[in-house]
């Protein structure tokens, strides 16, 4: 079995918070890294951030440097986005990803959850 399964996903208004949660099963748990995007309707999958191994670097796109945090809890083979401070523009679906290059592309990577819906209200 290989799959990934985003959660925590809800409505919030403006500079309030979320945490996401990715459950990893197979051998999506033994990933060189691990990765969170994001897609508003009618736009591209964008990277969020990522996180190597079981958890030695971290990587974040601009928009969210500062307000993210990406974190990994091998044990239960789940990642999690820890998202401070929102904002209206981060409302997207977002999907965690795993794969082996480390990148900032969707297609560097493998494997790929389903989606969770973030809404943030001003």
């Known amino acids: 079995q290989v799959q990934l399964r985003e959660s925590g996903g809800g409505l919030v208004q403006a500079g309030g918070s979320l945490r996401l949660s990715c459950a990893a099963a197979?051998?999506?748990?033994?990933?060189?890294?691990m990765g969170w995007f994001r897609q508003a309707p009618g736009k591209e999958r964008d990277f969020v951030a990522v996180?190597?191994?079981?958890?030695?670097?971290?990587g974040y796109a601009d928009s969210v440097k500062g307000r993210f945090t990406i974190s990994k809890d091998n044990a239960k083979n789940t990642v999690y986005l820890q998202m401070n401070k929102l904002k209206p523009e981060d409302t997207a679906v977002y999907y965690c990803?795993?794969?082996?290059?480390?990148?900032?592309?969707?297609?560097?990577?493998?494997?790929w959850g389903q989606g969770t819906q973030v809404t943030v209200s001003s």
């Open positions: 990803a795993a794969g082996w290059r480390a990148g900032r592309e969707s297609a560097q990577y493998d494997y």
């Open positions: 197979g051998r999506t748990g033994s990933t060189y890294a």
């Open positions: 996180i190597i191994r079981s958890g030695e670097s971290t």
